[in-house]
């Protein structure tokens, strides 16, 4: 359950979600029911940032995508899982806006990334209409957890902007 939102002031949270199995995504268990409260009781948001365990690359990427796909990154599941098509819209101008707040580092916009499930198994339960607009982050696969925490905090003022910031892994 979520502690007092107005604690958070204007201030959008930064949340993460384990996702778990893939499965979690279309079963009504209490993963998929806290998800979808989870998306009820949050103040909404005007986009969402979400930094998925299942995009590791060199270097910082962010997806810059207005359409971004749905990825389905797994495999041995049942069929009804690979339909699934989570079509938020995507963000450039977000995308932009990230490369532009990050001094520390250069983060290059990816115009092909598409949503991983790390994303769109949490989202499409907290966001069933996939209204609202979503970039994903990649992790540095050469840089220690110290540097992303870093890179963190140089995000922080987007959570004053209406960006609900989303770590799932």
């Given at each position: 359950e979520l502690t007092n939102?107005?604690?958070?002031g204007d201030r959008m949270p930064v949340l993460?979600?384990?996702?778990?199995?893939?499965?979690n995504a279309i079963e009504d268990n209490a993963f998929s029911r806290a998800w979808r409260d989870l998306g009820e009781q949050l103040p909404p948001p005007r986009a969402?940032?979400?930094?998925?365990?299942?995009w590791e690359t060199r270097g910082v990427h962010v997806s810059?995508?207005?359409?971004?796909?749905?990825i389905h990154d797994f495999y041995g599941f049942p069929r009804e899982l690979y339909e699934i098509q989570y079509s938020a819209p995507g963000d450039p101008e977000l995308a932009n806006r990230i490369v532009k707040l990050v001094e520390k580092v250069p983060v290059r916009l990816d115009h092909?990334?598409?949503l991983d499930h790390g994303a769109w198994s949490v989202l499409r339960l907290m966001y069933p209409r996939a209204e609202v607009?979503?970039?994903q982050l990649s992790l540095d696969t050469q840089q220690p957890a110290a540097f992303h925490y870093d890179l963190g905090r140089e995000l922080a003022p987007l959570r004053t902007e209406g960006v609900l910031v989303?770590?799932?892994?």
């Open positions: 939102p107005a604690l958070l993460f979600v384990g996702h778990g199995s893939p499965l969402i940032l979400c930094v998925s365990a299942h810059a995508i207005r359409s971004p796909g749905t092909t990334r598409g607009p979503v970039i989303l770590g799932s892994g």
